[in-house]
């Protein structure tokens, strides 16, 4: 009975560590400034047969980045590890061998972590033991993460996976590769040339503004890939793909409650505000971008007649007034829920408390030919359709 305890609360320490120190990552490098448009390459598991390939195509880009060696594979390739270095390439540790921290005894891992030299060190899978941290500190290392992976060692096509990285490629990230594969080069080929288009500058990690990760980075980093799965489901999708673009809109029927303009049900645009790049843009950015973005909509809106109306409902909605949107009272229920989440994201990735003197939480709309006329070409305007008349409505008590 004691021994089944015992190994219970051993499985619970190392579940509480991987999940803490691997899945929110807390206390590693993860990322840098989201405010700077520098991103950091990182490849895994090599040197390998893919070494050369690789660096020849960082080379045509002038591209520098950072690899994180094993190694049994730096003794193997100690040709390939000099011309690493020959090119100007960050050297890292990825451990002596490529096994999970879960099956190494402390002793076994503080070896593995010992016997390759460099100031960071990621480990194999990202996994942790309860001892991973405490051994790579002994030893001078900094663990080093990452908040996006290219999923090179899956089996769908390196266009989709190209597409991917761009699509959720932000200011400071840090991208997960491998020096193992070759879908990993096709997958630069195409993404690399697109990301330096759009204003993102690869640089290695020791030329990043990193911070470890606090405990809002790491559930920031642990509901990535819920925001992925919003994203997909609702079919939201980006307005631009340069570096600090910050809107995003997904279709939808409107939700109500019903405004003079429109009634519930009609089909419209529901806005979001990317939480990354707005908590780290300057306001009068902040500004530049989010009228950009409204500049792009209105392109969209364009060749798409059916949308009558783009809202948001959110604390927020007193700052698109500026933007021409109107604002309107919302249910006491469409209050609540919305005032949690944006209570959530507010402190996630702002470190904002609720304050008393708080906006409440609005409507905000603006129809699609008051849209149009404010950021879309006049010829556009002139054929958008009028809108169907809406019958006379009360706010909401």
Same mark, same amino acid.
């Given at each position: 009975?004691?021994?089944?305890?015992?190994?219970?609360?051993?499985?619970?320490?190392?579940?509480?560590?991987?999940?803490?120190?691997?899945?929110?990552?807390?206390?590693?490098?993860?990322?840098?400034?989201?405010?700077?448009?520098?991103?950091?390459?990182?490849?895994?598991?090599?040197?390998?047969?893919?070494?050369?390939?690789?660096?020849?195509?960082?080379?045509?880009?002038?591209?520098?980045?950072?690899?994180?060696?094993?190694?049994?594979?730096?003794?193997?390739?100690? $040709? %390939?590890?000099?011309?690493?270095?020959?090119? #100007?390439? /960050?050297?890292?540790?990825? &451990? =002596?061998?490529? !096994?999970?921290?879960?099956?190494?005894?402390?002793?076994?891992?503080?070896?593995?972590?010992?016997?390759?030299?460099?100031?960071?060190?990621?480990?194999?899978?990202?996994?942790?033991?309860?001892?991973?941290?405490?051994?790579?500190?002994?030893?001078?290392?900094?663990?080093?993460?990452?908040?996006?992976?290219?999923?090179?060692?899956?089996?769908?096509?390196?266009?989709?996976l190209a597409e991917y990285l761009i699509l959720?490629?932000?200011?400071?990230?840090?991208?997960?590769?491998?020096?193992?594969?070759?879908?990993?080069?096709?997958?630069?080929?195409?993404?690399?040339?697109?990301?330096?288009?759009?204003?993102?500058?690869?640089?290695?990690?020791?030329?990043? $503004? %990193?911070?470890?990760?606090?405990?809002?980075? #790491?559930? /920031?980093?642990?509901?990535? &890939? =819920?925001?992925? !799965?919003?994203?997909?489901?609702?079919?939201?999708?980006?307005?631009?793909?340069?570096?600090?673009?910050?809107?995003?809109?997904?279709?939808?029927?409107?939700?109500?409650?019903?405004?003079?303009?429109?009634?519930?049900?009609?089909?419209?645009?529901?806005?979001?505000?990317?939480?990354?790049?707005?908590?780290?843009?300057?306001?009068?950015?902040l500004l530049r971008q989010t009228r950009r973005?409204?500049?792009?909509?209105?392109?969209?809106?364009?060749?798409?007649?059916?949308?009558r109306l783009v809202y948001g409902i959110s604390?927020?909605?007193?700052?698109?007034?500026?933007?021409?949107?109107?604002?309107?009272?919302?249910?006491?229920?469409?209050?609540?829920?919305?005032?949690?989440?944006?209570?959530?994201?507010?402190?996630?990735?702002?470190?904002?408390?609720?304050?008393?003197?708080?906006?409440?939480?609005?409507?905000?709309?603006?129809?699609?030919?008051?849209?149009?006329?404010?950021?879309?070409?006049?010829?556009?305007?002139?054929?958008?359709?009028?809108?169907?008349?809406?019958?006379?409505?009360?706010?909401?008590?």
């Amino acid at each position: 009975m004691i021994i089944a305890e015992v190994l219970v609360l051993i499985i619970l320490v190392y579940g509480v560590c991987d999940l803490l120190f691997r899945w929110m990552g807390i206390g590693a490098y993860a990322w840098g400034s989201r405010s700077s448009p520098k991103i950091a390459l990182t490849f895994d598991d090599g040197p390998s047969e893919h070494t050369r390939s690789l660096l020849e195509l960082l080379h045509r880009h002038g591209v520098k980045a950072t690899f994180f060696v094993t190694g049994v594979q730096a003794e193997r390739h100690p $040709d %390939l590890l000099e011309a690493l270095r020959a090119d #100007g390439h /960050q050297i890292e540790s990825h &451990g =002596y061998w490529h !096994r999970q921290a879960f099956f190494l005894w402390p002793w076994q891992e503080a070896r593995h972590i010992q016997r390759v030299p460099g100031k960071l060190y990621r480990p194999p899978y990202g996994a942790h033991s309860p001892f991973t941290r405490l051994l790579a500190r002994l030893h001078g290392k900094v663990v080093a993460l990452w908040d996006l992976e290219s999923k090179d060692w899956t089996d769908r096509p390196a266009e989709e996976l190209a597409e991917y990285l761009i699509l959720w490629c932000k200011p400071g990230s840090v991208l997960l590769l491998h020096d193992r594969y070759p879908l990993t080069l096709r997958i630069l080929e195409i993404a690399l040339p697109r990301l330096i288009e759009l204003g993102y500058q690869p640089v290695r990690m020791d030329e990043m $503004d %990193l911070e470890p990760l606090g405990v809002r980075q #790491g559930l /920031q980093r642990a509901f990535q &890939g =819920y925001h992925e !799965r919003y994203f997909e489901k609702n079919r939201v999708e980006r307005l631009g793909l340069e570096v600090f673009d910050l809107l995003s809109v997904g279709p939808t029927a409107f939700p109500g409650p019903a405004v003079p303009e429109a009634q519930p049900g009609v089909k419209a645009y529901e806005v979001h505000l990317d939480s990354v790049r707005s908590s780290a843009l300057p306001t009068m950015a902040l500004l530049r971008q989010t009228r950009r973005g409204f500049q792009l909509l209105a392109r969209r809106l364009e060749g798409e007649p059916e949308i009558r109306l783009v809202y948001g409902i959110s604390y927020a909605a007193v700052g698109l007034k500026v933007f021409g949107f109107k604002l309107y009272p919302v249910s006491r229920l469409q209050t609540i829920i919305t005032g949690i989440a944006n209570i959530w994201f507010m402190w996630v990735y702002r470190g904002e408390l609720p304050k008393r003197d708080l906006p409440l939480v609005q409507l905000a709309y603006i129809t699609r030919e008051e849209l149009l006329a404010r950021y879309g070409s006049r010829e556009a305007t002139a054929a958008s359709p009028p809108p169907p008349p809406a019958e006379p409505q009360s706010p909401p008590l």
